[in-house]
Nanobody, 122 residues
Framework: QVQLVESGGGLAQAGGSLRLSCAAS????????IGWFRQAPGKEREIVAT????????YYAGAVKGRFTISRYNTNNTVYLQMNSLKPEDTAVYYC???????????????WGQGTQVTVSS
């Protein structure tokens, strides 16, 4: 089992940057794939990015590819989401989640953080 806590959200202007952190506690952090998801008001939760167990494999949703970068450091049980060139449509609650397998569907992730709000103003 793993517990996840997100931080780093806040208010940014369009074109700006934010870095989200996902700190994990519990056993065997390196055995979990970590995904970042987001949910805007009135919309379904959607995948943003995933990073594999070792950090060498990544996946990005088309809407964020080239602007966001996911990275993980198993030595300190942390995953980051660097978000550059932010757009108002990036406004959402961002969640990190853990899965034993490499998945892109929210339903396949068993462990979730509480979420952190990101608001991008135009």
């Amino acid at each position: 089992q793993v517990q996840l806590v997100e931080s780093g959200g806040g208010l940014a202007q369009a074109g700006g940057s934010l870095r989200l952190s996902c700190a994990a506690s519990g056993r065997a952090f390196g055995s979990y794939v970590i995904g970042w998801f987001r949910q805007a008001p009135g919309k379904e939760r959607e995948i943003v990015a995933t990073v594999s167990w070792s950090g060498t494999g990544t996946y990005y949703a088309g809407a964020v590819k080239g602007r966001f970068t996911i990275s993980r450091y198993n030595t300190n049980n942390t995953v980051y989401l660097q978000m550059n060139s932010l757009k108002p449509e990036d406004t959402a609650v961002y969640y990190c989640a853990a899965s034993k397998t490499l998945e892109t569907q929210a339903a396949d992730y068993a462990y979730w953080g509480q979420g952190t709000q990101v608001t991008v103003s135009s």
